[in-house]
C-alpha cells in the first residue's frame, strides 16, 4: 500500500544530511561540550556552530540562542522565566500577562499554571479566521502588564499573526513580547529585531530535525529565571548536559532550511493549492482559517455532516496520515480550543481535518489524496444521522 504523509505540522522526517551531520557526535565526537579537553572542545564547537545556524534563521546573534529540549520547554522557559522575575506584579489590579484563546498547549498550560500562582492572565479573543484582536490586546493592557505572548502562527489552522504590529505594541508600552514561532520557522521570513521579538520559541522537529532539541531566542538584555536549576550550563539560564547531537542537527536543519526556504516553500504551496482546490469541490466543505494568511503547507478542512476522526482512520487505512487536532490533544475528545475561538460549534469542529504538506510530498500525492478524500467522506455521510442531502 503507498503511505503518505501529510501531517507536517506534528512532524517531519529528519532529513539525511541532517542525519549525516548527527552520526559523528554519537561515536566519534562524543565529548561533554562543556570539557576543556580536546574531546570536549571538538564537541563545542560543533555547538557553536549549531548556534550561529539558529540564530541565522531568526536574524539573532548567536549568544542570544539557548538550547532547550523542544518547544513546550522553550515555551515554558519564556513566560514562566519572565513571571517569576515579575512576581512583584502579582497584584489584583489588571491583567498582567497577555495572550490569545488560540496558543498551543505549551503557552496555555504555562499560563494556566501561572493563574495558580497568583499571576493574572487575559486570553485575548481572534476572530474567525483565527487573527488576534488587537484592539482587545490594546485595551487588556495595564500598568502591571509584563509579558505579551502570541504565537506567530497557528499549529491547526494555520494562520499567521500579525507578530510585528503586536511587537510594536508590545515596544510602546515596553512590555516584553515572547512568541511560539514552532510552527513559523522556516515557513515564515524572521527577523526578531525588525519584528520588535523578545523571546521566540522553536523546535527542530517541525523542520526536518531530531525530536527532543529545541531553541529560546531571548534577545540581550532580556533577563529570564531558569526553570531547571544545575550546573549552569547555557549561560545558567538552562542547566543539563547540553544534548551535543540534537543541537547538530537543529543546527543543520536550520542551515539547509536558511538556504532552501524560498524554493522549497513555492514547491509546497503549488501542491497545496491543488490539494485545497480539488478537496472545496466537495458539497459542503470549508476551508478553516485565513485564506491568504496561512502557512503554505497547511490545508485545515470541514466537512458537514461527518466525523473527523472517522475521516482520519479511513484514510489512514488507505495509507494516508493527517489529523484532526494538534499532535498532542489529537488523542483527546474534546472540540479543539482553536476550532471552538474561531465560533465553531462542536459538531462543526469534530468535523474538521487538518492536512499539513511537507517537501517529500509529490503532485501524485496530492492527486491520490485528491480522489481518497472525497470518497470517504461520501461513504461516510451516506451512513451519517447528520447529513441530510
Ligand atoms: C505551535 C506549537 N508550539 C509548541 C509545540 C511543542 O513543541 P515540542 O513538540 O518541540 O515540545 C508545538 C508542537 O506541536 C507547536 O505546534
Redesign the pocket.
Known amino acids: 500500500m503507498k503511505r503518505i504523509f501529510l501531517d507536517h505540522?506534528?512532524s517531519t522526517k529528519v532529513d539525511d544530511e541532517v542525519i549525516q551531520a548527527m552520526l559523528p557526535f554519537f561515536s566519534k565526537f562524543y565529548g561533554n561540550p562543556s570539557s576543556i579537553h580536546a574531546f570536549g572542545r571538538e564537541a563545542r564547537e560543533a555547538v557553536d556552530a549549531a548556534r550561529t545556524h539558529v540564530g541565522e534563521i531568526l536574524g539573532a546573534r548567536d549568544d542570544e540562542i539557548i538550547f532547550t529540549a523542544?518547544?513546550?520547554e522553550s515555551?515554558n522557559l519564556a513566560i514562566k522565566g519572565i513571571a517569576y522575575l515579575n512576581k512583584d506584579k502579582r497584584t489584583t489590579k489588571g491583567p498582567h500577562i497577555i495572550t490569545s484563546t488560540i496558543e498551543?498547549p505549551?503557552v496555555l498550560e504555562a499560563c494556566r499554571h501561572l493563574e495558580t500562582q497568583g499571576f493574572q492572565v487575559k486570553y485575548v479573543p481572534v476572530d474567525n479566521q483565527g487573527i488576534v484582536d488587537l484592539e482587545s490586546l490594546r485595551d487588556s493592557i495595564s500598568k502591571n502588564t509584563f509579558l505579551l505572548t502570541f504565537?506567530f502562527a497557528n499549529?491547526e489552522i494555520g494562520t499567521i499573526e500579525p507578530i510585528e504590529e503586536i511587537g510594536k505594541i508590545a515596544q510602546e508600552h515596553d512590555i516584553i513580547f515572547h512568541t511560539?514561532a514552532?510552527?513559523a520557522v522556516a515557513k515564515v521570513p524572521i527577523d526578531v529585531k525588525k519584528q520588535h521579538i523578545d523571546l521566540l520559541a522553536l523546535?527542530s522537529?517541525k523542520i526536518y530535525g531530531p525530536k527532543g532539541i529545541?531553541a529560546l531566542y531571548i534577545r540581550n538584555g532580556i533577563k529570564v529565571q531558569p526553570i531547571i536549576h544545575g550546573g549552569g550550563h547555557e549561560k545558567g539560564i538552562r542547566s543539563s548536559t547540553l544534548n551535543t547531537p540534537g543541537i547538530v542537527g537543529l543546527g543543520k536543519a536550520c542551515e539547509l532550511a536558511t538556504k532552501r526556504m524560498k524554493k522549497d516553500n513555492i514547491y509546497i504551496k503549488t501542491l497545496r493549492d491543488l490539494l485545497i482546490k480539488n478537496i472545496l469541490q466537495i458539497e459542503e466543505s470549508h476551508l478553516n482559517g485565513h485564506p491568504e494568511k496561512r502557512l503554505m503547507n497547511n490545508a485545515h478542512f470541514r466537512f458537514t455532516g461527518i466525523e473527523g476522526e472517522s475521516l482520519l482512520l479511513g484514510l489512514d487505512e488507505q495509507g494516508i496520515a493527517t489529523s484532526t487536532g494538534?499532535?498532542?490533544s489529537s488523542q483527546k475528545l474534546q472540540a479543539s480550543h482553536v476550532l471552538l475561538a474561531i465560533g465553531l460549534d462542536p459538531v462543526q469542529a469534530h468535523g474538521s481535518l487538518r492536512l499539513s504538506l511537507g517537501r517529500e510530498n509529490t503532485k501524485e500525492e496530492i492527486t491520490y489524496a485528491s480522489k481518497a478524500i472525497p470518497q470517504i467522506v461520501d461513504k461516510l455521510r451516506n451512513m451519517s444521522p447528520l447529513w441530510n442531502r
Do not use: L, R
Open positions: 505540522a506534528s523542544g518547544g513546550t515555551d498551543h505549551g504565537m499549529n511560539d514552532v510552527q523546535s522537529h529545541g494538534s499532535a498532542c
